[in-house]
């Protein structure tokens, strides 16, 4: 291993040639067969290692949570508006200090559970029902002031 680690301080991608030579050195140090297939894995291993990519099985990532206060501000501005604009969510990013995208996960997590629950369409029905009653009234006024 010694004679590995050695060589991949100077050289972290060996020639076949190169290859080659430490299988021989190896053969003769420690006495065991050792192919070019394990010499090659070695170095990617090592590499990786290094570059720490490919070594996620107790990578964890941490996600920032919110606050009371920030959720209460979601769900009150959730409720005026289930599909606010692009602008509005970059506003809503800016005053809470994270990411667009997670304004945009959170309204999408959203509107998935409510049309899970069924209660987004009661919702959306309930709305166009109400914008009917208001015009409804509306016309109503409109010829009794007539």
Known sequence: M??????????????SEEKHQLIER???????????????????????KKNNIGLKKNHKTIYKKFSKDELDFL?????????????????????MG???????NWYKHNRRMLS??????LKVILLKV????NRTLLVQEIFQKE
């Not at 899970?116 to 369409?121: A, D, E, I, L, P």
């Open 2 to 15: 010694a004679i590995l680690k050695l060589h991949f301080e100077k050289n972290q991608y060996p020639s």
């Open 26 to 48: 190896l053969e003769r140090s420690v006495g065991s067969k050792v192919n070019i297939n394990q010499i090659s894995r070695w170095f990617q291993i090592e590499r990786e």
């Open 75 to 95: 769900k009150d501005s959730f409720e005026k508006k289930n599909y606010p604009k692009v602008e509005e969510m970059k506003d809503m990013a800016d005053k």
């Open 98 to 104: 994270v990411n667009l995208s997670k304004i945009e």
């Open 116 to 121: 899970k629950n069924g209660s987004f369409y």
């Open 130 to 133: 109400i914008v009917m009653i």
